[in-house]
């Protein structure tokens, strides 16, 4: 079984710019949670879809945002771009997704830099 | 908030056994996780333990949970150098079950 996919694998972006990330899951599996990483801040949870709906939001401002199609593809928007976006962006999949504590399955990132 | 603190580092010899501490601040949490993150790679679950249990085991991991404490522990028996990565704690609790993640311990393994 394939795992969690994720393109671009690197990015490199201006200021002001906007960018789409890209997320597959496991095979089966109806959730998918975004997660961003920097040094600083460390690992924090962006948002989690389930069947296509937004069912968790963290605490990020309305720059990001992102959807997630009937074959359960996610996709991750952040538009204005700052240098603080710069961060390793994960995605996590789940068959049930974050309510039931069922085991999230991360991809290996993309790697976003902003300049 | 919610909080999870880990110590940024560790350095253990090749053989020995490493012990990972976390603490957290949330007394609801129902969930604890550990994850290990190679470089240049994704997160990947190890292990995690309900709030209700005290020790849970696999193979050469053991944790350990004192909840009255809010402390968290992930013992690595026989460290190998492939154990070499940063390690996450994490806990979630019932409701929307998002997950709170420390800051990551580094684990060198050195021969």
Redesign the interface.
Known sequence: KAGVTQTPRYLIKTRGQQVTLSCSPISGHRSVSWYQQTPGQGLQFLFEYFSETQRNKGNFPGRFSGRQFSNSRSEMNVSTLELGDSALYLCASSFAGQQTGDEQYFGPGTRLTVT | GEDVEQSLFLSVREGDSSVINCTYTDSSS??LYW?KQEP??????LT?IFSNMDMKQDQRLTVLLNKKDKHLSLRIADTQTGDSAIY?C?E?TG??????????TSLIVHP
């Open positions: 129902t969930y994850y240049g790679a994704g997160l990947q679950l995690y996450f994490a979630s409701g929307s079950y998002i997950p709170t993640f420390g800051r990551g």
